[in-house]
C-alpha cells in the first residue's frame, strides 16, 4: 500500500505529515510525501527514509524578508503554485492508493485524487481554518480585509476570495485532465469529511451544520534528542529562563529587545531561539543565551515560559509541557486563533498587536510567571493527548480497506 501525503508551508506545516508519515511506515506502507525543496525538509524525511517529491520554491525565500511578500507577488506565487501541483502531482501519486493533502494552498490534490481514482483526504491543523459560524476565517495576506463582523458572512466572502484567487486557473486545469469545473474551490479543497489534526482540549472543534470533521488529535512524533551541552550548563547555572523564538516566522524588528527588556524587567534570565528572524541578545550579559534549532520538548520542561508567534505546534509543545506562554500573534493564518485559545484557557497571556510596547509585555509577562497561571498550564498539559498520529495512520488504513 502506498499514500502521499502533500502540503506547503513552513516547518509547522510539514512536521505534522512527518508524525503521519512515520506511523503510516510503522503500519508497512510505502510513503512519499510533497513539500518544499527546503535543505532542512529534504534532510529531515531522508533520514526517514520518506521521498520527498519538491514542489514550488523554498518557503525561507519567500519568508527571507521581515515583511510578507505585496499582494500582487502572492497572487502570483499562488497561481504558480496550483500549476507546479498540476504537473507535480499526477506522476507523485503514481501507484498511490490515497492522497492526503493539509492546508488551503493544497488546491489541486483533489483534482488530481479524483482523476487517478485515488481516495482523498483534507486535513486542517486548526479549527479556526474550517468554516463555521463559531468563529471567523483566518486572516488571509494579500486579500482585502472585510469590515463586517458576522461570521456567516465572513466565511462567504473567504469563499469568493479564494473563488476569485484559483477558480479560474483550477478549472482550467480540470477541464485539461477530463473534469467538470467546481463552483466553490474552497469547500472543494476541505470536502465534506475534513480531519482536524488539532487536539481536543487544546483546540476543540464545536459541531457545525454542513461538515462531518473527525478531530484525531495533534500530530506529532516524540523526541528524545538531548539538548546541546552548551544550553544544558546555561539551565543549570540558575533559575528556569523564559524561552523567546518565533520559529519559521519573522517578527517586527526589535520584538527581541523588547522582550528581554521585559523578561529582564521580571527578574527572569533569557532564553533567545535565533530562528529564521536570527534573533540575538542585545547584549553580552551572561543572563541571556542563544541557541539555534533545539528539542523543544526537552526544553520547554525547563523553562519559566515560552514566548512565541502563536504556531500551532508551539503552542502545542508548550502546552504539553505544562510551560504558561505568552503569544505574540502576527495576525497571520491561525496565529490569533492560537493566542486566543492561550488567553482563554488561563495558561498565559496573549497580545493584540505583533508590535508590542514594553508596558504591554510586562503586563503579559506578569500573567504568565503567576504561580497560578504555571499550576493551570501544567495541569491542562497532563490532559493533552499523544496519539494523533497513530489515529489518523489508522483511520487511513481502515478507510482503505
Sequence with gaps: MRVLLSTYGTRGDVEPLV??????????????????????????????????????????????????????????YRNDLVDAQFDIFPTAADGCDALVAAGLAQIAARSVAE???????????????????????????????????????????????????????????????????????????????????????????????????????????????????????????????????????????????????????????????????????VDDRDDCFAIGEVNHQRLFGRVAAVVHHGGAGTTLTAARAGAPQVVVPLQLADNPYWAGRVADLDIGAALDSPTPTIESLNVAFKTALAPETRARAKALGGKLRTDGASVAANLLLDALR
Excluded at 523578561?263 to 528572524?277: F, K, M, Y
Design 19 to 76: 508524525a503521519l508519515a512515520v506511523r503510516l511506515r510503522a503500519l508497512g506502507v510505502e510513503v512519499r510525501m510533497c513539500a518544499p525543496p527546503d535543505e532542512e525538509f529534504a534532510e529531515r524525511l531522508a533520514g526517514l527514509g520518506v521521498q520527498l517529491v519538491p514542489v514550488g520554491p523554498p518557503v525561507r525565500e519567500l519568508m527571507r524578508g521581515t515583511t510578507l511578500p505585496s499582494a500582487a507577488d502572492l497572487s502570483r
Design 115 to 281: 482523476a487517478a481514482g485515488i481516495h482523498y483526504v483534507y486535513a486542517s491543523y486548526s479549527a479556526v481554518n474550517l468554516p463555521s459560524p463559531h468563529h471567523a476565517p483566518p486572516p488571509r495576506p494579500g486579500w482585502p480585509e472585510p469590515e463586517v463582523n458576522d461570521n456567516r458572512t465572513l466565511w462567504e466572502l473567504d469563499a469568493h476570495h479564494v473563488n476569485a484567487q484559483f477558480g479560474e486557473s483550477l478549472n482550467g486545469h480540470r477541464a485539461s485532465i477530463g473534469l467538470p469545473p467546481v463552483d466553490n474551490v474552497r469547500d472543494h479543497v476541505f470536502t465534506d469529511r475534513p480531519w482536524l489534526a488539532a487536539d481536543p482540549v487544546l483546540g476543540p472543534w464545536r459541531k457545525t451544520p454542513g461538515l462531518d470533521v473527525t478531530q484525531t488529535g495533534a500530530w506529532s512524533l516524540a523526541n528524545e534528542r538531548p539538548l546541546p551541552a552548551e544550553l544544558v550548563t546555561f539551565l543549570d547555572a540558575g533559575a528556569p529562563p523564559v524561552y523567546v523564538g518565533f520559529g519559521s516566522m519573522r517578527p517586527s524588528p526589535d520584538i527581541g529587545r523588547r522582550a528581554i527588556e521585559a523578561i529582564r524587567a521580571q527578574g527572569h534570565r533569557v532564553l533567545v531561539s535565533r530562528g529564521w528572524a536570527d534573533l540575538e541578545p
